[in-house]
């Protein structure tokens, strides 16, 4: 029997009898050892570039308050501090308190002079 004709739509790449087995490519200085890293892959960590005045957030206050439906506030810290509250005299209470607790805030107050 013959081989079926190719469709003319179709490009199959022609099979080898013979296939190789892949090796590491060798290495630029021709020491044969095999690449570790990407090129373009940094090896180590380098310093944040987008240091600006040394401030940071520490507390957050999320306040989802859409049309028609109940508000939501969330006070979070990093103190630890995580308040929950849903409703609009409740989410107006939290969000007094987390401004009492921002500057209230161990994080954010003078630690020095307090006794140990």
Known sequence: ???PPRSALK???ATTTN???AEPAPAGSGSGAPKVVAEGVPTAVRSDQHTGDGRYPIAWLTITAPRGAVPTVTSVCECGRNRFAAGHHKALALIE???YH????PLRTDQEGIAA
């Open 102 to 105: 921002r500057t209230h805030c």
């Open 19 to 21: 296939p190789g087995i």
């Open 97 to 99: 308190d987390h401004t």
């Open 11 to 13: 490009s199959l790449p």
């Open 1 to 3: 029997m013959s081989t």
